[in-house]
């Protein structure tokens, strides 16, 4: 049985201003730096028979600062693709755009569908469950990260919006008895 880790991102320009942000390749702030170093204090590489990344710069860089220098880059992990959203808040997208609009009922005007992000993610956990290793850990993104963890659980990816994700926090997935379940979540 293998468990896996999920890690975000640590902060940038955008994640602090709360800017939706998937193809735009942003660096980490001063702060991501050292949010991404803390990582360290909790994570050990030679615990990991599995390491994949999302291509983007913020998650690559927070693995190899985490001490994960050995991993796989898979598109897979990309953060859901905002399409004409991105780099905008939620306020502007209701301001100018939608009123009332949520990610998870709504999806992004001409980015990925629920159903495309879902799919994608799905192939991670098929990935992960059939690698035979005790831990697995994937650096993304905060909604990437989320339907990662309800694709594991078989959960609607409405329930993503009651699973928040701050920067550079760590959650594991695995199993309860016979049920797949969150073990820890945003710590």
Not at 48 to 55: A, E, K, M
Not at 57 to 81: Q, S
Not at 118 to 131: F, H, K
Request: with cysteine.
């Amino acid at each position: 049985m293998t468990n896996l880790y999920l890690v975000r991102h640590g902060e940038t320009a955008w994640s602090k201003s709360g800017q939706h942000t998937s193809y735009t390749d942003l660096d980490l702030t001063p702060n991501g730096v050292e949010q991404a170093l803390s990582l360290r204090e909790r994570l050990d590489p030679a615990d990991f028979g599995l390491v994949l990344t999302s291509p983007r710069e913020r998650a690559r860089r927070t693995a190899e600062l985490a001490g994960f220098t050995d991993y796989e880059v898979t598109d897979d992990l990309a953060e859901w693709n905002y399409g004409d959203y991105e780099g905008l808040t939620s306020q502007q997208i209701r301001a100018e755009h939608h009123p009332g609009w949520r990610l998870w009922f709504n999806g992004p005007a001409g980015g990925e569908s629920a159903d495309e992000v879902r799919a994608r993610l799905t192939r991670v956990v098929q990935r992960v469950r059939e690698s035979g290793v005790e831990n697995a850990i994937c650096f993304g993104h905060g909604h990437a990260s989320r339907v990662l963890a309800l694709c594991w659980l078989d959960f609607p990816l409405i329930f993503g919006q009651s699973f928040p994700l701050a920067t550079a926090s760590v959650s594991v997935l695995g199993r309860e008895k016979e049920s797949w379940a969150v073990l820890h979540w945003n710590s």
